[in-house]
């Protein structure tokens, strides 16, 4: 089964953590030759920031993008990265893996339209608007309490800054996905208003089964589901079941079950052509019963036995994300000149 999982932390860990290591093998949950044997398509490889961690995010990220760059070129027998959605094809008849660059923290743009094309020229082609502090673009929907402590249940309704309307239109001409990840109620909606392509939340589960914030109400997947957008499964455990104030004494594990569990009231609510995977990968701390992503292909196993179709499964792991970046990924001509993307066909997309 082809796997394209729509974000992962591979490359701000190896920026922070290990510099030394390499993105074709590590102790991570993603290298290379993990998802070679995992069955992966495409992997998009997210530049997250924390901003109250750098002095600053856009330096960091560019930095970020340089390491990426270079592990890509020190494995370009294995992969190789899509900035036209013609490459995806293109690499796997060479019968590479597909790398597509994402950032998260929309504080990386410094609320400037000509940093966001210039991450456009630099291979960007999805940015997740916030992450967990306000920033020129909006708010996140993650709030803390006056000791610092994460209110988990509670939503926000704090949408857009004009700043931030003006950045997603441009995201939206250029054909950069617009990820609603960790944004504010209000922002959502605002992405709802001001665009018209199809958007993705890349990494949140269903708030129905698990009432954290960071996942979606039943009211945005169906509204996600119209607009042809998708959502991909988080494999934190906070997200997947409600957080506890329980001690552990071992690391938590996110479990094959609780993943299928979120899929299927996802599927019930917005169809299954919303359904995708978005791991959060090497961004999380907890274990994952498959452990890293050689193992993905148990979650197709667990899928199939718990009743959902071949077809429907092909969609969850690939085909709905491929659709999605057939309607707004940019695409070249033959002479290598951008084309106007295809105009989203959004019809049928529920059932």
């Not at 924390?50 to 027998?77: F, I, S």
Request: glycine content about 8%; aromatic content about 8%; some cysteine.
């Amino acid at each position: 089964m082809n796997v394209i999982d729509m974000h992962c932390d591979t490359i701000a860990r190896l920026y922070s953590e290990n510099r030394s290591a390499s993105l074709r093998r590590s102790s991570f949950h993603i290298d290379l030759e993990k998802l070679q044997k995992g069955g992966y398509l495409l992997q998009n490889f997210a530049l997250f920031v924390d901003q109250k961690e750098t002095e600053n995010p856009l330096e960091t990220a560019l930095a970020m993008t340089d390491l990426y760059y270079r592990e890509l070129e020190k494995n370009k027998d294995l992969v190789a990265p899509v900035l036209y959605l013609e490459d995806l094809e293109e690499n796997r008849k060479l019968g590479k893996l597909s790398s597509l660059l994402t950032l998260e923290e929309g504080e990386i743009l410094k609320g400037s339209l000509a940093n966001l094309r210039i991450f456009y020229r630099l291979g960007v082609r999805m940015i997740a608007l916030t992450w967990n502090y306000d920033n020129q673009i909006g708010s996140p929907n993650l709030q803390f309490d006056e000791q610092g402590e994460p209110l988990f249940s509670v939503r926000s309704q704090r949408g857009l800054t004009e700043c931030g309307i003006e950045l997603i239109r441009e995201m939206e001409r250029l054909g950069i996905l617009i990820d609603v990840s960790h944004l504010s109620d209000g922002g959502f909606y605002d992405v709802l208003k001001y665009t018209s392509a199809p958007f993705v939340a890349s990494h949140s589960n269903a708030a129905s089964v698990c009432n954290v914030s960071r996942n979606l109400t039943d009211d945005m997947i169906r509204a996600l589901a119209e607009r042809g957008g998708v959502m991909g499964l988080n494999f934190c455990t906070d997200f997947l079941r409600e957080p506890t104030c329980e001690i552990h004494t071992s690391m938590p594990v996110s479990t094959i079950s609780q993943m299928v569990q979120h899929l299927k009231y996802i599927s019930n609510v917005g169809g299954i052509e919303v359904c995708a995977l978005g791991s959060d990968f090497d961004g999380i701390s907890n274990g994952v019963e498959f452990t890293d992503a050689s193992g993905i292909q148990a979650l197709a196993d667990a899928l199939s036995r718990n009743g959902f179709s071949s077809s429907d499964i092909e969609k969850i792991f690939y085909k709905n994300v491929l659709r999605l970046y057939q309607d707004v990924l940019p695409r070249r001509n033959s002479d290598g000149i951008l084309q106007k993307r295809r105009q989203p066909d959004t019809a049928g997309h529920r059932q």
